[in-house]
């Protein structure tokens, strides 16, 4: 267990040595430590040896000119110089909020930008001005439509995050599959089988085999088959794919230069100007009192936990909950890194001539 | 097989005898058919008993005044005055799209309206001018979130409509739930089972017993269980409850009044402002070029018409794409009314002394 400062400062560290400036390397560790915090690990340090060898490869700039391409009062376009998509992100982020302050709601699209952790941190930074915040991202392509042997599509997550009263905010933040690559990814490395309805084969047949993805299979969309809705699933990745990257002239789709080395890129990279990014703002009282809303969202809450719920379940979870008490739980008791995590931080520890964990 | 002006005029007719103006007689026509020629009859003629239900209960006024309640430049709150959805619909998602011709981007919360037919019909209505179109409704509560015995939550349909070149747009429109209601009374109609997935009995417990509705069962949320994602179905179907009916201030999750017979009303009616409706608009050009982003949305479409499909399948379906060749069709040959939709309309008809179908 090791404690959040402690790790904190290891982060900050260690991009401070890969160039990047002070306040961004804090950004950098602060999302990605919010996601341990969060039980989502997933997205947090596990990642970092991928974002290190992206750098060394050229593919993240440590400095980034991020510039506002296009804009109207309450829209810009982004570019993200290939910026790691965390510094990218909050940027973005600040504009839609500054936006949504002037005309209501603020959207903001972000191309030539890479992985930014969990969606979730962006959408939860509108909360304390009393704004609903949005975020997606599209990602590697490994995600088959309903139909397709191929997999075209990212595990495109969206974030939500809605302000309430005396209740915990509503946060979801959620991959549009029914299992996001981390977790497949995790199940692999520990050699577990993976539930059917997460992943098919090269010819599109049902798998439970979570290492699929690196011999030519996907992860199915949302739904699981087509009977039980897939289509819905591959509708929903689909307008985060095109939101945040043909909106942004960002890769789409299939053209996504993949950032992990098992996956060989489906097409040619047509435009190369990275992942995207989508965001969005909206001033809870350029609809109505943000007080009267409050309320009703705190009676949402309290009615969806009072709902009976199915044996063996103590109630009905809102949306944000888990991660929330996981944070505070971690906060107090420490964050645990798995073996093989550390064993790759160490080494990259090493390499940089930093103290390891 | 009747022609589409045949049944169009039929309608029309029956809202003139029922108080509504020529003009909002014509829009109730316009969406309902919109709805059959699509194919997707659940939400066509069939639901008129149901609306002259509504009206004879003093729950749907002919005449409504449809008010902004408040506004900002990107943004309105509307209500409804207890008119018919597809008036209120089409007020509403004029008012987002006016908003981002000039702000860039217009959203509308509605509350005090009723059911609104296709969600499509609404997004669609952005395509013409570059536009992206978003509509969105709560619902009678009929789905159980995960872990709950009891239905909080709307099928809630999310519908995106996005303009391409030269390929037909990309139009998406689905229930958050594995099926729609619609298709479970048609399937109980038939005396067919649903496919397990679809549906819980009261209890929980997973069931294939498409009259389950009536029995104290729910639908479950997109992914069916919670190995599967049902938690992100949930998550999505609250965001849309969120949206349409706190946002307005309509009666929210377990608070929907039923328009339907055969489900009781789970919580008393806190507040009386009907259902909720969100409606978005985002023009294009603030974010990019409208031509340059046609033709990624081209390049988008030909991409995944083009991935290998599974054995058995002709090729990979855009969204949208099955419902357009349904109009087409039914324009030129006709629309098919089933014969119980044929018996209810006919004795409506003869009620209000028009010409049967």
Redesign the interface.
Known sequence: MYSFEYLKSFVINLFLKNNFSEQDAEIISDVLLAAELRGISTHGLMRISEYINLLEKGRIKAQPEIKI??E??????VDGDSGLGMIVGKFAMNLALKKSDS???G?V?VRNSNHFGIAGYYSMMALKSDK?GIAMTNANPLVA??????A?LGTNPIA?A?PAGLEYP?V?D??????SRGRLDVMNMNNEKA?F??VQDE??NPSDDSGILSKGGAILP???DR???S??????S??V???SA????AN????VVPSLDYISQK?DN?KGKGIGHFFGS???D???SAE??KR??D??IQ??KQ?????G?K???I?GEPERESEIKKMKEGIEISESVLRKLNLIAEKFDLKKI
Request: glycine share 10%.
């Open positions: 391409i296009h109207t009062s309450s829209t810009a376009l005309v209501g709601t959207w699209a609903i439509p309903t139909f397709s042997k191929e075209l939500v809605i509503f979801a959620f991959a549009t599959s029914p299992v539930p309805g997460y010819n599109g949302l739904g699981g009977e039980h809705g289509h819905k699933g591959y509708c929903l689909s307008i794919d095109i939101f043909v909106l942004s002239g789409f789709g299939p053209f097409k047509y909206m001033r809870i350029a609809f109505q009267d809303f009703n969202m009676l949402w009615s969806f709902a009976k719920p199915v044996d379940q109630e009905v979870i949306p």
